[in-house]
């Protein structure tokens, strides 16, 4: 079993839908979550991090359920801008681990 | 502002020649990380290091050597490339290991 695992998608949601991205994760002593997204053929970059009080940045929402390792990321109104790979980071001691990400596409 | 610098960004390799990949930060991190992203897989771990003179092994280290002579650069090594190592490598770094992974374009390798 992948310590990290994720739907790939894709997703394909017209503009302002609301989408929702799980990641389920194996490590019960994981410390920290993140959100990256990423653009083709691009380095990934930090889109949110993920708190146990679950947080809000604007349009998008993480949520950390550490008693079913579970984390989710939820869009609203969603922009064609948003068309990317989600990825799911959790973090050990030391190591980040990825998920195999989420291809979401929004269409006019 | 550099931040992460990976050289080279493109190679081509025929199989069992090697080669190195420098990353380079200037931001001071004590940790470093290098990744292979292949379609469908996601990234994966190949190394990392949390301070000068450290190295670890991550998920997929096999076929790879790295090493942290200096804080600022964490070098990637393929002694004897295999065509199963044709991928994306992306370097990055963090302050304190808990924050924001700073990541480098990429290096893109095919080995023939």
């Known amino acids: 079993r992948k310590e990290v695992e994720q739907d790939p998608g894709p997703f394909n949601v017209p503009e302002g839908a609301t989408v929702a991205f799980n990641c389920t994760y194996s490590n019960s002593a994981s410390q920290s979550f993140f959100w990256y997204r990423q653009d083709c053929r691009k380095e990934p970059k930090l889109l949110m991090s993920?708190?146990?009080s679950g947080n809000e940045d604007g349009r998008f929402t993480a949520q950390l359920n550490r008693a079913s390792q579970y984390i989710s990321l939820l869009i609203r109104d969603s922009k064609l801008s948003d068309s990317a790979t989600y990825l799911c980071?959790?973090?050990?001691?030391?190591?980040?681990?990825f998920g195999t990400g989420t291809r979401l596409q929004v269409f006019p | 502002n550099a931040g992460v610098t990976q050289t080279p960004k493109f190679r081509v390799l025929k199989t069992g020649q090697s080669m190195t990949l420098l990353c380079a930060q200037d931001?001071?991190?004590?940790?470093m990380y290098w990744y292979r992203q292949d379609p469908g897989m996601g990234l994966r771990l190949i190394h990392y290091?949390?301070?000068?003179?450290?190295?670890a092994k991550g998920e997929v280290p096999d076929g790879y050597n790295v090493s942290r002579l200096k804080k600022q650069n964490f070098l990637l090594g393929l002694e004897s490339a295999a065509p199963s190592q044709t991928s994306v490598y992306f370097c990055a770094s963090t302050g304190t290991g808990a924050g924001e992974l700073f990541f480098g374009e990429g290096s893109r390798l095919t080995v023939l």
């Open positions: 931001m001071n991190h004590e940790y």
């Open positions: 993920v708190y146990s």
């Open positions: 980071v959790v973090k050990g001691t030391d190591k980040l681990i």
């Open positions: 290091s949390v301070g000068e003179g450290t190295t």
